[in-house]
């Protein structure tokens, strides 16, 4: 995690200002090795991920990046580039609600005929629904944008979505037009992939396994220390797992619904775990980034909004 060290590199132009903890020139330096265990090599593999150099993770949920997410992207090509490094992104599509509006400034009428500026949103999917469990959306472009480059903005953003609407998911749909929306700004020379994969797909991994066949043989165990972690950091904004008697909240879904049939996904608990096949549980934040710092990749960056996980 980017955010562990100490050490800081600012530089600031005007009101704008970029900030990595810790120094850029350090991050080569704490690239492991390639993975020693066989969980390890294994994960990285069923990911599409190389094992013979270390990897340098990133990602968020889908949807258009706005310039910080943006940085997290560029960072790790840049790192990548001059440490002989592989890139990743993961497309964290099992939290609810993402990708789900597009706001933008619009001009609104006023009673005595004249205009003013307001706050407008395009929906793209439902707030409380996972964004791998909606259909792609398939938007109008608004025409009350404040600016005609907002106009244009909008515009190209309802043809992207359209361009990707047979894609399985809006999830999917977001991350593959953001996708082309980012190389499109770039030269060929410029163009160095940065492999994705979608968090929902983590089941098919032996971390994922270990870490849920874990949390099957004491689940007790597991909401008392992810409590203990979010105690220990009280800023970051981390829920405690709800205790009642012997069943205790754990930081996975139930994945009960589909594109097909959108809806909310349910929240596991002890006394259902045992019950419940791999492919039917996912991740939440916290136990996804564990899970690949630990076994996909030598480094992860994040955006100071995500410093807690």
Known sequence: MMAAAPSSAVSETGNRSLLLQPDAPAW???????????????????????????????GHQPGLWHPGILAKHLSIRACCARAGAAGAWVVVDQSPGAGAAVAYPALAGSPDGSQHLTRETVLLGTADVPPAAQRPARPLAPNDGALGT?????????????SHAAEPSLARQLHTACVEALAGTESAAEQTPVPSFFATDLHRTPAFAELVGAMRDDPARCARLYNEAAAAFPDSGVRALTITGDIVELPLW??????????????????RLADLADESIVLRGLPMTGLLRRHACDLFVHGTGGGAS
């Not at 907002?150 to 359209?162: E, I, M, N």
């Not at 959108?262 to 006394?271: A, E, N």
């Open 150 to 162: 907002v106009r244009d903005g909008l515009s190209r953003l309802a043809q992207l979505l359209a």
């Open 254 to 271: 139930e994945r009960t619904t589909t594109p097909e049939r959108p809806g909310p996904w349910r929240t596991v608990t002890s006394d």
């Open 28 to 58: 080569a330096r704490l690239l492991r090795r390639p993975p020693a265990s066989d969980t390890a090599r294994t994960t990285r593999q069923m990911l599409g991920l190389p094992t013979d150099r270390p990897v340098v993770m990133g």
